[in-house]
């Protein structure tokens, strides 16, 4: 797991706007919207997690 765990990590370092260690308040604004714009992609009906988390799913 921790080679999925850094893979995501050094991904979303690069597709954020800006670095993850900016101080500027505006900028930390608009990285957690845009997390949050990906966080939302997984409660979307395309996304399946009801199916694929199931102990049935193989």
């Known amino acids: 797991m921790y080679n999925v765990t850094s893979a995501v990590i ?11 260690d ?21 409660k979307r009906p395309e996304a399946r997690l009801n199916d694929i988390q199931n102990k049935d799913y193989r």
Do not use: G, S
């Open 22 to 42: 900016d101080e500027n308040p505006k900028h930390l604004l608009k990285n957690r919207q845009f997390f949050e714009m990906q966080m939302d992609r997984f």
């Open 10 to 20: 050094q991904a979303l370092r690069t597709a954020l706007l800006y670095p993850l």
